[in-house]
């Protein structure tokens, strides 16, 4: 199970995927509670009283601030060019870069 975690995520060794699965989560949970913080500094929490409207909002919030974070993140771990490569492969996918 963990060997094709491994070979899923392209990492040298366990100890790699652990890491890789640590700048994960930091960078998902960070991303949720910066996006909740900027809904309501902004004061759109309740300005938006249509709910669904607001759950779009939010989406497209965290996965713009997760981008950014993943990468901040990944650098301070020294995991920078694994996951620029990560980020590249998603741009692509989106067509904002070739």
């Given at each position: 199970?963990?060997?094709?975690?491994?070979?899923?995520?392209k990492?040298?060794?366990?100890?790699?995927?652990?890491?890789i699965?640590?700048i994960?989560?930091?960078s998902g949970?960070?991303?949720?509670?910066i996006?909740?913080?900027?809904l309501i500094?902004?004061?759109l929490?309740k300005?938006i009283t249509f709910?669904?409207?607001?759950i779009?909002v939010r989406?497209i919030?965290?996965i713009?601030?997760?981008?950014?974070?993943l990468?901040?993140?990944?650098?301070?771990?020294?995991e920078?060019?694994?996951f620029?490569?990560?980020?590249?492969?998603?741009?692509?996918?989106?067509r904002?870069?070739k």
């Open positions: 199970m963990i060997q094709i975690l491994i070979n899923k995520f990492a040298n060794s366990i100890q790699h995927l652990f890491v699965l640590i994960f989560a930091l949970s960070s991303s949720l509670f996006s909740s913080q900027i500094a902004l004061g929490e300005l709910y669904p409207l607001y779009f989406i919030l965290i713009l601030i997760y981008q950014f974070i990468i901040t993140i990944a650098s301070l771990f020294g920078f060019d694994y620029w490569k990560f980020e590249k492969k998603f741009l692509q996918r989106l904002i870069i």
